[in-house]
């Protein structure tokens, strides 16, 4: 097992996670649901969406067999998702909206789907035609630490950070995240390409 951790692997899988849940850029979602006088269960919402990921890591390829499409492909797919996750963080405009009828705060819109949305489920598929899963895990785990953190302490990240720290940590993420999905989708076109001149 130890032969497969890769330090690096793992913190590029970190950072490109922590960018896409950017649970952060979340909190003043969380904190008008809070003043609304709608709780907000950080243990429920963290290994809820945990298990989620999880699950659609180990399935999804599964999934993506039984439409005969392989992770290439779904990578290309996930870096055209980034990108338009990196404009609404850079530009500051809604390209995905929440339109769902269930009004639970802990599941929607916390777990589904501000932490294990699309965009995350596209993210980890995406991840695994470049890493070992097991240093996907391993990132994964630090970041659902990372997000139970801050859903308790929501005020006080909000009051040290003030809004103009949470603004400039969204904008500098959100060009990160563009950067990955250029990195993703080149990546990967040129795997495909290579397959299709077989």
Do not use: C
Request: no cysteine; glycine share 6%; proline share 3%.
């Amino acid at each position: 097992m130890f032969t497969r951790f890769n330090l690096q692997e793992m913190a590029s899988a970190f950072i490109v996670l922590f960018a896409v849940i950017d649970i952060i850029g979340a909190i003043p979602i969380i904190l008008n649901l809070t003043q609304k006088g709608k709780g907000v269960n950080a243990i429920n919402a963290t290994v809820i969406s945990f298990i989620l990921m999880i699950g659609f890591f180990y399935a999804g390829d599964m999934m993506l067999r039984l439409f005969h499409v392989d992770i290439a492909s779904f990578a290309v797919a996930g870096a055209f998702v980034i990108f338009l996750m990196s404009l609404e963080m850079i530009l500051d405009i809604e390209i995905f909206k929440n339109q769902g009828p269930i009004k639970e705060v802990t599941l929607v819109p916390l777990v589904f789907p501000l932490l294990a949305g699309p965009g995350t489920f596209t993210t980890l598929l995406s991840l695994r035609a470049e890493y070992d899963s097991l240093n996907i895990i391993l990132a994964l785990v630090l970041n659902m630490v990372w997000v139970y953190i801050v859903l308790r302490m929501t005020h006080r990240i909000e009051r040290f950070l003030g809004k103009g720290g949470i603004y400039i940590i969204r904008k500098f993420f959100g060009i990160i995240l563009l950067a990955i999905s250029v990195r993703l989708f080149t990546a990967n076109v040129s795997i495909l390409i290579a397959a299709l001149n077989k």
